[in-house]
T-cell receptor, first 113, second 114 residues
């Protein structure tokens, strides 16, 4: 079963614009992670935000976490064509056994030059 | 490059056959997790191995089994393959089980069952 729900499912923007993707989840978490996947290949870890953190930055990425609403957002600023990929949120649930990450369905981002 | 390598990259098998997929974890990582990703879906957790022991399992039948070796590399075995087993199989290694650690994924094995 999928814990996370990403929104939107697909997003198309022009180079230079900002892209915002949202993720909602169901259970209490230890942390939430964002990953990027290019063309059905391996996942690349982008950022991990812990349950006691509200915002985190990494380069052009900004992630927020609202545990009261069980939601997170990923903002990519000044997007580039190379940012075209699928983006997934994954939650590490509280009382998780086995380090299981629960992934959402993903947002497919297309950045047009 | 994450340092996690998977083999083979692509595989075609016939329904009913058995398959073994391999994963070498990143240096220093003692935990390996396996995920199945169907087309257009997010990855789904199969199981995790920590120091050669299974450390958690997702909602997959017993015909999905695994091993972790003393060097922390791992195998995923699937018996009695079904058409629905066609998917991208991803291996992820991490420094330790749980505890707010990042998982680093390999490039995956694309399995097609015909």
């Amino acid at each position: 079963s999928q814990q996370g729900e990403e929104d939107p499912q697909a997003l198309s923007i022009q180079e230079g614009e900002n892209a915002t993707m949202n993720c909602s989840y169901k259970t209490s978490i230890n942390n939430l992670q964002w990953y990027r996947q290019n063309s059905g290949r391996g996942l690349v870890h982008l950022i991990l935000i812990r349950s006691n953190e509200r915002e985190k930055h990494s380069g052009r990425l900004r992630v927020t976490l609202d545990t009261s609403k069980k939601s997170s957002s990923l903002l990519i600023t000044a997007s580039r064509a190379a940012d075209t990929a699928s983006y997934f949120c994954a939650t590490d649930a509280l009382y998780n056994q086995g380090g299981k990450l629960i992934f959402g369905q993903g947002t497919e981002l297309s950045v047009k030059p | 490059e994450t340092g996690v390598t998977q083999s083979p990259t692509h595989l075609i098998k016939t329904r009913g056959q058995q398959v073994t997929l391999r994963c070498s974890s990143q240096s220093g990582h003692n935990t390996v997790s396996w995920y199945q990703q169907a087309l257009g879906q997010g990855p789904q957790f199969i199981f995790q191995y920590y120091r050669e022991e299974e450390n958690g399992r997702g909602n997959f039948p017993p015909r999905f089994s695994g091993l972790q070796f003393p060097n922390y590399s791992s195998e995923l075995n699937v018996n009695a393959l079904e058409l629905d087993d066609s998917a991208l199989y991803l291996c992820a290694s991490s420094l330790r089980a749980g505890g707010n650690t990042e998982a680093f994924f390999g490039q995956g094995t694309r399995l097609t069952v015909v």
